[in-house]
């Protein structure tokens, strides 16, 4: 009997078809009213995304064209003709270059940021603090950033299942019963643990800036400034993204330690059980993917590197970000590939025992 991850990978390109059409439908009717369009111009944080670079006239319909155009190709992915050589590459170029562009420049450090203050948002919400205006934070921006990111993400995915299944290899896993190289357990455990330790180490060198504000130290920043955040409040939604930052870094390095395959003993009712690959895989990914988004953005806005706009050695941490997503997306990956085991679709196991991190 097949089991249901089996059937999986099939899934991906028409869900991903139906995400770009259903979108791609809405910028066409923001092409012929005018309206609805969010981004760029339109942004009231658009310094911060390359979409600035995009008037907004242009906009809708760019979008119409690219999400309808993608829904398109994610829709040629179905099924298992084999395609020509030339339609193969097109349709791999094209879907690859949009999958990236919306999950990667669509987004900007807006939506890494939201995410770092999402557990203060959710917990505070009871209790009035912050002080924010939550229809003011959850607007229709942030939404189509959000839905951009999931559309880059569904993309990938049917775009690389349609790659391995032209290719010859397993359309789950990739495997194509060689198993050598970089993508063995052994390799990935090695390599893994730098990729890991990378991950972890940036985000806490942003920490600490922010926590030493809160000790009342100026790191970075003039006395008087320091003084105004702590006056406002402010001081502590920096702590905030500081704790999540930390969180974050110890749970990277989950990645690599035992802790992260097994429950530790003072888990109740979890304790010595099996920890769900994809309980590290799903959030490892989506966050390497909001890093690497925010600072794609960040970087780009040209007042982040004046000193009256942005820049300071408060803000020379994020100097590192660049390697944070890409650490933090291949320590995920190293994870994945350690720990999936024989493919349920294919049945290849891999040789040879798991290794221990």
Not at 219 to 238: C, D, K, Q, Y
Request: glycine content about 12%; hydrophobic content about 50%.
């Amino acid at each position: 009997m097949t089991t249901t991850s089996t059937h999986r990978p099939a899934r991906s390109a028409p869900l991903a078809a139906g995400w770009l059409g259903l979108w791609g439908v809405l910028a066409l009717l923001g092409t012929l009213t005018g309206h609805g369009y969010p981004l760029g111009a339109n942004d009231a944080y658009g310094e911060a995304s390359l979409l600035r670079l995009l008037p907004v006239r242009y906009g809708p319909p760019v979008f119409a064209v690219v999400l309808l155009g993608a829904a398109v190709a994610a829709l040629a992915m179905v099924g298992t003709a084999r395609p020509s050589r030339p339609l193969r590459a097109l349709l791999l170029g094209y879907g690859w270059t949009v999958a990236v562009a919306l999950a990667v420049v669509v987004p900007d450090v807006r939506v890494l940021v939201i995410l770092g203050y999402l557990p203060m948002l959710i917990i505070g919400a009871p209790f009035g603090w912050p002080p924010v205006d939550y229809a003011e934070i959850f607007d229709w921006t942030l939404a189509v950033k959000g839905a951009a990111l999931v559309a880059g993400v569904l993309l990938a995915a049917a775009v690389l299942v349609w790659q391995r299944r032209t290719a010859g290899t397993c359309a789950a896993c990739g495997r194509d019963g060689d198993e050598s190289g970089w993508t063995t357990p052994a390799a990935a455990a090695r390599w893994g643990r730098w990729a890991a330790g990378t991950a972890a180490a940036i985000p806490l060198v942003y920490a600490a800036t922010r926590f030493a504000w809160v000790l009342d130290i100026p790191l970075g920043i003039p006395r008087e400034f320091l003084a105004e955040l702590h006056e406002t409040g402010a001081v502590w939604a920096g702590a905030g993204l500081g704790a999540f930052a930390t969180v974050g870094a110890v749970l990277t390095l989950g990645l690599v330690q035992r802790w992260g395959e097994v429950f530790p003993r003072w888990l109740p009712g979890l304790a010595g059980r099996r920890v769900p690959p994809l309980l590290a895989v799903v959030p490892g990914t989506l966050v390497a993917i909001a890093v690497t988004a925010g600072t794609l953005g960040e970087l780009a806005n040209p007042d982040f590197w004046h000193p009256d706009g942005g820049f300071s050695s408060a803000t020379t941490p994020m100097l590192l970000w660049p390697l944070w997503g890409p650490a933090l997306g291949a320590a995920t990956l190293a994870y994945h590939l350690r720990r999936r085991g024989a493919c349920a679709r294919c049945r290849r196991p891999w040789p040879g025992p798991i290794p221990r991190p």
